[in-house]
C-alpha cells in the first residue's frame, strides 16, 4: 500500500496550491479519502474528507469555502485545492485511506502517506 502525496511548497499568503494523493496498492474505489495536517508542536488535525463515490464531503471549519477535496477513481488520486492560504495552514499535510465517510478520526483511516509540505509565508 503507497500513498504518495505531492504538491507542497511554500506560497505567500492569499496564493493557492493544489496537493495531490497517488494510491496503488489497495481498491482505491472502495475506500473514503482524507486529508490531515500537522503543524509543528501540535497534534495531527482532520483538514476534509470524501466519500468513495465522492457523492458527499466534508470541511474542517478552519478551511470551509476556501479548500475543495476531490478525487479521480479512475487515476487512483485524491486531490485538495487549497485557496486564499494563510500562514496559519502551514503544516505537513497527509492523505489516509479509510471506510467511514466524513471521518474526521484519524482512528478510522487505516493507510496513510508520508505528507508534503505546505508553508505560507505573511
Known amino acids: 500500500v503507497q500513498l504518495q502525496a505531492s504538491g507542497g511548497g511554500l506560497v505567500q499568503a492569499g496564493g493557492s496550491l493544489r496537493l495531490s494523493c497517488a494510491a496503488s496498492g489497495f481498491t482505491f474505489d472502495e475506500h473514503d479519502m482524507g486529508w490531515f495536517r500537522q503543524a509543528p508542536g501540535k497534534e495531527r488535525e482532520f483538514v476534509a474528507a470524501?466519500?468513495?463515490?465522492?457523492?458527499?464531503?466534508y470541511y474542517a471549519t478552519s478551511v470551509e469555502n476556501r479548500f475543495t477535496i476531490s478525487r479521480d477513481n479512475a487515476k487512483n488520486t485524491v486531490y485538495l485545492q487549497m485557496n486564499s492560504l494563510k500562514p496559519e495552514d502551514t503544516a505537513v499535510y497527509y492523505c489516509a485511506a479509510g471506510d467511514v465517510p466524513d471521518s474526521k478520526r484519524p482512528d478510522d483511516y487505516n493507510y496513510w502517506g508520508e505528507g508534503t509540505q505546505v508553508t505560507v509565508s505573511s
Open positions: 470524501i466519500s468513495k463515490s465522492a457523492y458527499s464531503r
